[in-house]
């Protein structure tokens, strides 16, 4: 049982900044950053099976894909790598890509990763704050220039490269052929809402992202029965005893957590492990449950890809 504040721990890359405010204080000039993950408060406790952590690009990204669940444990690892990403900021020209612009053959697939042209194959597309993606495990994917992104994933380090933009790194060809799906892009899907506070993001087998709004001076308990993340969008407010501002994360374990909102409204994103959204996540100062009205699971399995935060305006629920 826990609710703890994040640590962060900070990791250089050649394609991150060397300014990460405001969602982190560091800036230093001659060391570029491309990623700030939060871990447990105690660097000894267990780890959790889900991993949230903050990407800052400056340049693009490798073309990449991670192997799913049968192929993953077939090499050794635990598990395969399924994410979400939750752009917190984008440049005007700011794109990620999920997919191909239409579908390959496993030979063409090698062909276009060793001669170079997959980086013309995969579909790009803008995005802005506010958008949400699902990247399944056996997608090829590319996170461009110009972003801040929230992840999070599964806990796995199985990265597989396809295409690297000028960088002198080994390319995993044989096995990211194995690993990634061909297939062109999905369809994208719309967000939904769950009740006032909860909109609903992503849900897969493996996690569930939400965005939560609540008015300003409102108090709620967060019932987290499940290994959860929550992190700071923006506003400010407490939980139980840790004071929380945008940028900030705190980690829960099977242990309720009760949620002061403070004078302007507070937003954040709820990650948790399951499959489906937990019914009752929020309660009321006085104990009264506050349900999800959606009926059916397959209402609640939706996903969401590179969704335009025009269509999904973030409501709050009133104290």
Same mark, same amino acid.
């Given at each position: ?18 300014? $990460? ?58 598990? @395969? ?48 704050? @506010?958008?949400?993606? $699902? ?8 996170? @461009? ?6 992840? =999070? ?65 409102? =108090? ?40 002061? =909102? ?24 006085? @104990? ?32």
């Amino acid at each position: 049982m826990a609710v703890e504040q994040a640590r962060i721990h900070i990791i250089p890359k050649p394609w991150g900044r060397t300014d $990460l405010r405001p969602w982190n204080a560091y800036q230093d000039p001659l060391t570029a950053v491309g990623e700030a993950r939060f871990e447990r408060a105690d660097s000894s406790a267990p780890q959790p099976t889900l991993l949230l952590k903050l990407i800052f690009t400056d340049e693009p990204l490798s073309i990449q894909g991670h192997p799913d669940e049968q192929l993953a444990r077939s090499i050794g690892l635990v598990h @395969g790598k399924c994410e979400a990403w939750y752009v917190l900021a984008a440049t005007a020209d700011a794109r990620i890509a999920v997919g191909l612009k239409q579908q390959l053959d496993p030979a063409q697939l090698q062909a276009c990763i060793r001669d170079g042209t997959i980086a013309e194959r995969v579909q790009w597309h803008a995005v802005r704050a @506010g958008d949400c993606t $699902l990247v399944p495990p056996d997608s090829i994917r590319a996170i @461009g220039a110009g972003l801040v992104i929230v992840e =999070v994933q599964q806990r796995a380090d199985a990265t597989l490269r396809l295409f690297e933009h000028g960088r002198r790194r080994e390319l995993h060809i044989d096995m990211a052929v194995a690993a990634a799906s061909a297939r062109q892009s999905e369809r994208h899907t719309a967000p939904r809402k769950l009740t006032a506070a909860r909109t609903l993001l992503v849900a897969n087998p493996h996690f569930v992202l939400e965005r939560m709004t609540l008015a300003p001076g409102v =108090v709620r308990e967060l019932d987290a029965a499940a290994e959860t993340w929550l992190f700071i969008l923006a506003g400010a407010g407490q939980v139980d005893s840790i004071e929380v501002e945008a940028g900030n994360a705190v980690f829960l374990d099977g242990e309720p957590a009760r949620i002061e =909102v403070g004078a302007n409204r507070l937003q954040c994103l709820v990650a948790y492990a399951r499959s489906v959204p937990a019914p009752y996540l929020l309660r009321r100062a006085n @104990g009264m449950r506050v349900p999800d009205p959606a009926r059916g699971p397959s209402r609640a399995s939706l996903r969401v890809e590179s969704v335009p935060a025009s269509r999904a305006a973030p409501a709050e629920e009133a104290p």
